[in-house]
Nanobody, 123 residues
């Protein structure tokens, strides 16, 4: 059973930076697709970024140029570097994994989810 545990959330002022981490269990493989999603109160969970095992990255337009997704397969860890944070980035951030070699920005594509880490950006 794959387990995902996020960390690194917190409260920052607008313009600040945070780095989120997602530690995956040993049952993941280097070819798995991994992603970040987020959900603000009262909103649907939305896609943020994805990365394939080959390192292909894709981002939602709202975070492009400000967020960077990466993975360290030796540590079995996914990261999300966030800079230029805005109040509208405030949300619970979730790590997700699909046991497939390609990625898609759709909730139903992902089988495994973490419990989330809260990011709050104040103006």
């Amino acid at each position: 059973q794959v387990q995902l545990v996020e960390s690194g959330g917190g409260s920052v002022q607008a313009g600040g930076s945070l780095r989120l981490s997602c530690a995956a269990s040993e049952y993941t493989t280097r070819s798995d697709c991994m992603a970040w999603f987020r959900q603000a109160p009262g909103n649907r969970r939305e896609w943020v970024a994805t990365i394939t095992g080959d390192g292909f990255r894709d981002y939602a337009d709202s975070v492009k140029g400000r967020f960077t997704i990466s993975r360290d397969d030796a540590k079995i860890t996914l990261y999300l570097e966030m800079s230029g944070l805005k109040p509208e980035d405030t949300a619970m951030y979730y790590c997700a994994l699909a046991r497939l070699r390609w990625c898609e920005p759709h909730l139903n594509f992902y089988t495994y989810w973490g419990q989330g880490t809260q990011v709050t950006v104040s103006s």
